[in-house]
């Protein structure tokens, strides 16, 4: 399974956007990109997924370059509420699903 | 209905004791997931069960046994813990098709139960 980097940790104030990039130089053909939300004793939360180019919904942007090595996930005016951990993770997008959390980044938006 | 129930929400018990956590989800999915949670750590994968079959068991001690009664419900058994299987239990389904799909094969996560050993 293709393994993820992600930073450790980011700081934002509300307000502003956020941009969260993860490395995921393994990657297979067949591998989606999807990010998860998780806050503090709480299962983490879908938020937005992808296979190439840009995915946007309701609450999140992911941007995938061409050779899909990286993505970014972006959070545009970010609030306090938005203070939890991301996780990017790398999966089929077939059948059942074996995912593999990576250490996530820990956002914490401040006043 | 778009939630995954877990109960009980807290639990402690002595490393004698036998438990069961309990996991129920009304989505039609056909695969149920069990993690594994230490304070601070990502999620660890435990088991799957696709079409109420254990597909994966990620090299699990003996000591928690999981069961699929049926395909809405997801039992782990739990019997002669050890203090450091602490931990927030999480349970997760999806969809689990198999075949080509343009559809979001996300996993909904249960809020999980708190398990203390003493």
């Known amino acids: 399974l293709a393994k993820t980097t992600q930073p450790i940790s980011m700081d934002s104030y509300e307000g502003q956007e956020v941009n969260i990039t993860c490395s995921h130089n393994?990657?297979?053909?067949?591998?989606?990109i999807t990010w998860y939300q998780q806050f503090p004793s709480q299962g983490p939360r879908f938020i937005i997924q992808g296979y190439k180019t840009k995915v946007t919904n309701e609450v999140a942007s992911l941007f995938i370059p061409a050779d899909r090595k990286s993505s970014t996930l972006s959070l545009p005016r970010v609030s306090l509420s938005d203070t939890a951990v991301y996780y990017c993770l790398v999966a089929l997008n077939t059948g059942f699903q074996k995912l593999v959390f990576g250490t996530g980044t820990r956002l914490l938006v401040s006043p | 209905d778009t939630e995954v129930t877990q109960t009980p929400k807290h639990l402690v018990m002595g490393m004698t004791n036998k438990k069961s956590l309990k996991c129920e989800q009304h989505?039609?999915?056909?695969?149920m997931y069990w993690y594994k949670q230490k304070a601070k750590k990502p999620p660890e994968l435990m088991f799957v069960?696709?079409?109420?079959?254990?597909?994966i068991n990620e090299s699990v001690p003996s000591r928690f046994s999981p069961e699929c009664p049926n395909s809405s419900l997801l039992n782990l058994h739990l019997h002669a813990l050890q203090p450091e299987d602490s931990a927030l239990y999480l349970c997760?389904?999806?969809?689990?098709?198999?075949?080509?799909?343009?559809?979001?094969?996300?996993?909904?996560f249960g809020p999980g139960t708190r398990l203390t050993v003493l």
């Open positions: 393994n990657i297979a053909t067949n591998d989606y």
């Open positions: 997760a389904s999806s969809d689990g098709l198999a075949g080509a799909t343009s559809s979001y094969n996300e996993q909904f």
């Open positions: 989505m039609g999915h056909r695969a």
């Open positions: 069960y696709s079409y109420e079959k254990l597909s």
